[in-house]
């Protein structure tokens, strides 16, 4: 794959990638790792799923090695950065901004489980088959999960 075609596919699934690695971790380093895998293993998709589900199964991948390598050393003394996240705030429309920044805020507080169901159905709009595909997990997790953050969130936000 020449590197205009590589391109163009991370112009088209980057904020998908970004935002199913950044569910997990909370930290774009994972993205840029995930890009450089894809582009290593590219010659070994075989088509067995779409291609969006195989990149943000990288993107996961590498987005939950990062979360378990950061665990070890907070549990060996390290201390994590803190996290935020970016906002734009357009002009005129201050009321839906805070909504918005609100409902990110809460997404933010999921369990990290239910976190990452949530982003890749509710926001990137993958189906419940390439959900759990991506996430490695039955399909009935994915529908469990789903449901309780939906839940969880309609009460945090009434």
Do not use: C
Not at 6 to 15: I, K, P, T, V, Y
Not at 34 to 41: E, F, H, P
Not at 109 to 127: H, I, K, N, Q, Y
Not at 145 to 158: D, V
Request: proline share 3%.
């Amino acid at each position: 794959m020449n590197a205009l075609t590589f391109e163009n596919l991370m112009r088209r699934h980057s904020r998908m990638l970004y935002r199913a690695a950044r569910a997990i971790l909370r930290d774009d380093a994972a993205l840029q790792e995930a890009w450089l895998r894809a582009y290593r293993a590219i010659d070994t998709f075989r088509g067995e799923s779409k291609l969006s589900t195989w990149l943000v199964r990288i993107a996961v991948n590498e987005a939950l090695a990062r979360r378990r390598k950061d665990q070890r050393s907070l549990a060996v003394g390290g201390e994590a950065e803190p996290v935020t996240l970016e906002q734009d705030e357009p002009e005129g429309m201050a009321q839906r901004s805070e909504l918005r920044r609100r409902l990110y805020g809460e997404i933010s507080d999921l369990p990290p489980a239910f976190r990452s169901v949530f982003m890749l159905r509710a926001v990137e709009g993958l189906t419940v088959g390439e959900t759990a595909a991506a996430l490695h997990i039955p399909e009935s997790t994915v529908r469990t999960r789903f449901f309780r953050a939906r839940g969880q969130l309609r009460e945090a936000l009434s």
